[in-house]
C-alpha cells in the first residue's frame, strides 16, 4: 500500500494522540475516570482502511506514548530503564491494534466484536501482568477505584471484569461514531446497556455492608526519610528516632498493633543484634505488637530476604515473612545464574532471594478498644461496618493476616493466595520515595483497592512515603496519612483505622483468574475461527 496523504497521515497521528492523552488522564494524577469509557475510540477510528503492519506500528505508538506518559516517574530511577519498559509494554497495544484490525474490518457480526476485543484486551493485560515477571500497572480497570459501584464486579471477576467492560463499552461508541447511524446498532446498545445496568445495580448491592468481625485498631506510620539516607550509615540513629517517636505516638491511641514501611528498621533485623534489641524493646515500651519492615540476613547460609517481622509485645518476634515476588533489576538480576558478569556491567542492584512461605500473621485474642464517638456520631470501620457509641472495650478472636511488599499488591493472585492461606485482612509495606513527589504512589494505591475488592478484605498500607492509610474491603478509602495543608506525599506522620475481617467468601477467591482465563481462550478460538467477511466498521 501507497503512504496515505500527509492530510490523512496528520489526521490519524491526532486520533492517535488522542487515545493516548486519553488513556493518561485516566489515572492519576488527573484522575479523570470518565476518560477510559471513550478512550479506544479514536484509536478504534485509526485502525480503518490500513494494512495489519500498519495497524501494528500506529497501535505501538499508541501504546508507546501512553506509558511513556503515564509511568515517567520511573525517570527517577533510571531513564534508560523507563524507555526500554515503556518500548517493551508498548508491544501488547501493537498486538491489540494488529487482533483489532483483523476484526473490524472483516466480521459482519456485531456479537462477535463486542466479545472478540474486549477479550483481546483482558488477554493481552493478563499477559502483561505475568510474562518476564510481570508489570500489571495501571490495568485499565483501575481507572475505575474512585467509582465505586463500577468496581464491586472485580469480587467475582477481578480486575479483568472492569477492564471487559470499559472496553465493551468503547466499541459500541466507536461502531456509533463510525456508522452514525444509531439504529443499526440498536441491539448492541441495548445488550451493553444492560451489562452496564446490571454491574452498577450488583455494585450498590454489594456496597452494603458485610457481615464482619468485631473490629481491632491498627495504627501505620510513615517515616518519610528520604531516599538519599536510607541506607546512609550516618543517618541510622535519625531514622531509628523518627521511628521510635511516631511508634509512641501512635501507641497512644491504644492500637492492637503498629505498622511500620517496607525496610524501615535501619540494618539487618537479627543479624545487626543491638538493632535487634532496639526494636524488641520498643514494643515491650509501648506494649504494641509491631510489624516491622526490614532486611533480614542469614550469615550461617548467606542468603538476604527483604521480609516483614511481627514483634510482639513482650519483645519476641512471631513471625517473619519474606518477599516471593522479587523486582527485577532491582532485587535481583535475571539471568545472573547463567551470566555473572551482569553485575559488573550493570548499576549497583539487590541481591535478594525470594521467600517460599505464604506466611499468615495472627494478632493474640485480646482487650481491644473499639471505638470512641460521641453519642450520634459515627465511627467507620475499615470492613464496613459502623455504629453510634461510647468507648468501650471487647473481647475478640484472634484476627489472621498476610503482608505484602513493595509491588507485590499490583500480582491479583498472589493476594489471593495469602487470603486462601487463611488472611483476613492485608498489610501492604512499601516505600514510593524511588519516585519524587509523582503520580507513582496513587497508581500504587489503585491496585490496593482491586485487591481489596476482589477478596472483600480490608488493605492497610504504610509507605516509607506514598499513600498511607487504610482501604475497606468495598474500595472505599478511610482514613490515610497527612499533614495540616492535607499532603499525603512525603510528609511524616501516622494515621489508625479499626480493622473488621469481612466473613464473605468471594468468586474471586475461589475461582481466581478464571474471567482472564476465559478471554485467553476465547482469543485463541477467534485466532483459529476467522471473521466471515462483511462491512467493516467504518464506511470506505
Request: proline share 6%; hydrophobic share 50%; glycine share 6%.
Amino acid at each position: 500500500m501507497n503512504p496515505l496523504p500527509l492530510r490523512f497521515s496528520t489526521y490519524r497521528l491526532w486520533l492517535a494522540l488522542s487515545s493516548a492523552t486519553l488513556l493518561i488522564l485516566s489515572f492519576p494524577s488527573f484522575n479523570q475516570t470518565w476518560a477510559a469509557w471513550v478512550a479506544l475510540v479514536p484509536w478504534f477510528v485509526v485502525l480503518q482502511d490500513l494494512t495489519p503492519r500498519r495497524a501494528f506500528w500506529w497501535s505501538y505508538l499508541i501504546g508507546l506514548v501512553f506509558f511513556l506518559g503515564s509511568i515517567w516517574w520511573l525517570v527517577h530511577v533510571t531513564v534508560v530503564g523507563w524507555l526500554v519498559l515503556c518500548a517493551y509494554l508498548a508491544l501488547y497495544f501493537a498486538l491489540f491494534g494488529w487482533f483489532v484490525h483483523r476484526e473490524i474490518r472483516n466480521t459482519r457480526y456485531e456479537i462477535r466484536l463486542l466479545i472478540a476485543i474486549p477479550s483481546t484486551w483482558v488477554a493481552l493485560e493478563y499477559l502483561r501482568a505475568h510474562a518476564l515477571s510481570g508489570f500489571g500497572w495501571n490495568l485499565l480497570g483501575y481507572s475505575q477505584t474512585s467509582w465505586l459501584p463500577i468496581i464491586q464486579i472485580a469480587d467475582v471477576t477481578g480486575v479483568w471484569g472492569v477492564s471487559f467492560l470499559l472496553v465493551m463499552v468503547n466499541v459500541v461508541i466507536a461502531r456509533l461514531v463510525a456508522d452514525r447511524s444509531p439504529s443499526r446498532h440498536r441491539g448492541s446498545l441495548i445488550g451493553v446497556g444492560l451489562c452496564l445496568l446490571g454491574v452498577l445495580s450488583y455494585g450498590q448491592l454489594r456496597l452494603q455492608p458485610l457481615p464482619a468481625t468485631e473490629p481491632v485498631k491498627v495504627a501505620v506510620v510513615q517515616g518519610n526519610i528520604p531516599q538519599e539516607q536510607k541506607w546512609d550509615e550516618a543517618s541510622k540513629e535519625f531514622i531509628w528516632k523518627q521511628y521510635e517517636r511516631l511508634t509512641h505516638e501512635a501507641a497512644t491511641s491504644q492500637p492492637d498493633l503498629i505498622i511500620w514501611p517496607e525496610t524501615s528498621v535501619p540494618g539487618f533485623l537479627v543479624a545487626d543484634v543491638t538493632l535487634t534489641e532496639q526494636v524488641r524493646s520498643l514494643a515491650t515500651s509501648v506494649q504494641t505488637p509491631l510489624l516491622v519492615g526490614a532486611p533480614v540476613v542469614e550469615p550461617q547460609r548467606r542468603k538476604l530476604f527483604n521480609s516483614a517481622a511481627l514483634v510482639n509485645a513482650d519483645g519476641s518476634i512471631h513471625h517473619r515473612y519474606d518477599k516471593l515476588h522479587l523486582v527485577p533489576f532491582g532485587e535481583f538480576i535475571p539471568g545472573e545464574a547463567w551470566l555473572p558478569q551482569l553485575r559488573s556491567l550493570l548499576p549497583p542492584i539487590g541481591d535478594f532471594l525470594p521467600g517460599s512461605d505464604y506466611t499468615v500473621f495472627t494478632i493474640p485474642s485480646q482487650k481491644s478498644e473499639v471505638s470512641a464517638t460521641k453519642p450520634g456520631g459515627s465511627a467507620d470501620h475499615v470492613g464496613g461496618r459502623s455504629q453510634n457509641t461510647s468507648a468501650f472495650r471487647i473481647p475478640h478472636s484472634p484476627l489472621k493476616f498476610s503482608v505484602l511488599i513493595c509491588f507485590e499488591d499490583i500480582f491479583p493472585d498472589l493476594a489471593r493466595r495469602f487470603v486462601r492461606q487463611g488472611a483476613q485482612w492485608l498489610v501492604v509495606i512499601t516505600n514510593d520515595a524511588w519516585f519524587g513527589k509523582t503520580a507513582a504512589a496513587y497508581q500504587h494505591a489503585q491496585a490496593s483497592t482491586l485487591r481489596a475488592v476482589e477478596l472483600r478484605v480490608p488493605v492497610i498500607r504504610s509507605a516509607n512515603t506514598g499513600w498511607s492509610g487504610c482501604i475497606a474491603a468495598t474500595g472505599r478509602w478511610i482514613v490515610s496519612v497527612r499533614d495540616a495543608q492535607g499532603e499525603e506525599l512525603f510528609v511524616e506522620g501516622l494515621a489508625a483505622c479499626d480493622v473488621a475481617a469481612s466473613e464473605v467468601s468471594t468468586l474471586y477467591e475461589r475461582w481466581g483468574d478464571w474471567w482472564a482465563i476465559l478471554c485467553v481462550l476465547l482469543v485463541a478460538g477467534f485466532a483459529i475461527i476467522p471473521p466471515p467477511a462483511g462491512r467493516p466498521m467504518a464506511g470506505r
